[in-house]
Structures are given as C-alpha cells and as structure tokens.
C-alpha cells in the first residue's frame, strides 16, 4: 500500500473494485430499473451512488427477525435509495448505527414510554418503517417494494431523513446544518410551512403534502424529505422556500434534473 494513501480511502478503493468483480451487470440493471427516483442523475452521479451503495452494505447489517427471501438486488434496491439523501453528503452522515431490521411487512414495535404527566404509553399502532436514535432503522420490506413507483412514498428516503435529523439529538425537524446555512432561516422557514400545513389540516383542506407531515416537526422534514426526492415539483409548488433549504441541505436540486425551476 502506498505510504500516501490515506488507509482508509484505501480500504474504500479495495472494497469497490471488489464489488465490481461479485456484482454482475445485470443485478445492477435490475435493482436501477426498479427505482424511477433515480432518472436525471447523470454519469458521474450515478457511478458515486453506486459506490456509496456498495460502501453502505459494507458498513451495515441486514437483520430479519422473521426470514427474507432477499437477494443481491434487494439489497441494492434498499441501499441505493438510502443513499440517495448523501449523495453529496458522503456515507460519514450516517456514522454510529450498524443495522437495518427488515419484517415482511407493517411491524408493531414494543415499545413502552412515560409522558410528562407520568403516565405510561404503549406503542401498539402498526408502522411501515422507524428510526431509532443511535440505534437501527427498521423497514417494512412490503413499504420498500412500493418505493418503485414515483408517488411521494418513500419509506427507506423518510427513515434516513430522521436519522440525518437524529445527528444533533432527538428528531426535530432541525438536523445539522452546513456552514454556509443559516440556522435562524431553516427554523423561520420550516415553522411557517409546518403551521400553514396544520392550520389546513385543521380546516380539513385536503393537501398536496401527505397529512402525516403534520404529526410533528420531525415528521415534517422526514416527509418534505421523501417528497423532495419523489416528487420534487410538487414540494417547490407548495412550499418552494423549504425546496431551497432542503436543496441547500442535501446538495442536490432533483426538480432541475427533470427541468429548470
């Protein structure tokens, strides 16, 4: 190994040229063609989410507490859409968790929780996909398969949004920013189209933006999220300042790919 190279980066490179050789063209070809998201993405922007995929099977394990019958394309459907959000961001953002839980489909977490009040809740309500703080993001794999049609559902895009907001502490709906990002205007911006969305849901206006956006904060940007990806036209029609911020956030701009805003 050449004394210049960073170890790491070295690693990287060897487990790329690796996955080149075990993965075949066409299990590429399948899980690329089942995920219309992807269309716009040019030469080099497809080849570095390849790479972030591969990277991310690397770094994560698949656990299924009932049997899958998952193959090699699977697996690169669920982590090509997972890394989609960092594209620009690097496979660093989703540091300090190591699995993705996978049940046949919707799940019932066990999970109880005492309220402000003292009283104790239980979780019972059945759920497509959940993000745990430092901890691992469980999907439905029956939610995932209905990631390929373009209709704002995403559920593996709004688990990573959670956990991308989950870096600076609980979901808020304020993950970190970049430096060049102003924290005053991503709170101005957000809270104005969270209350405009609540007070329609209110009034019992139907929305462009799925109503579970309205469920708190962290549910907003979770669902700005999966929408900015999905469907990026409609999220710039209803809400084109929380476009910009996410744009800025994410470094990416899916709406120009499909034409000029």
Known sequence: MPLSLNPALWWQRRILAQARVRIPPGIWDRAWGGLPLLAGLDAAESQCLRDLAILFLRDKAFEQPQPLALDQADQLTIALQACLPILNLGLDWYRDWYAIILYPDEFVPEREWVDENGLVWVANEPMSGEAWEQGPVILSWADVQAGGVRD??????????????????????????????????????????????????????????????????????????ETFFELPHLLFDEYPEVYRQLRDFYRQDPAARLKPL
């Open 152 to 225: 704002g559902f995403n559920v593996i895009i709004h688990e990573m949004a959670h956990k991308l907001d989950m870096r600076d502490g609980a979901p808020n709906g304020h993950p970190p920013l970049h430096r060049d990002m102003n924290d005053a205007q991503w709170a101005r911006v957000f809270g104005a189209a969270y209350t405009d969305l609540g007070a329609r849901l209110d009034r019992e206006e139907e929305t462009a933006l799925d109503p579970y956006a309205g469920e708190s904060p962290g549910e907003f940007f979770a669902v700005c999220s």
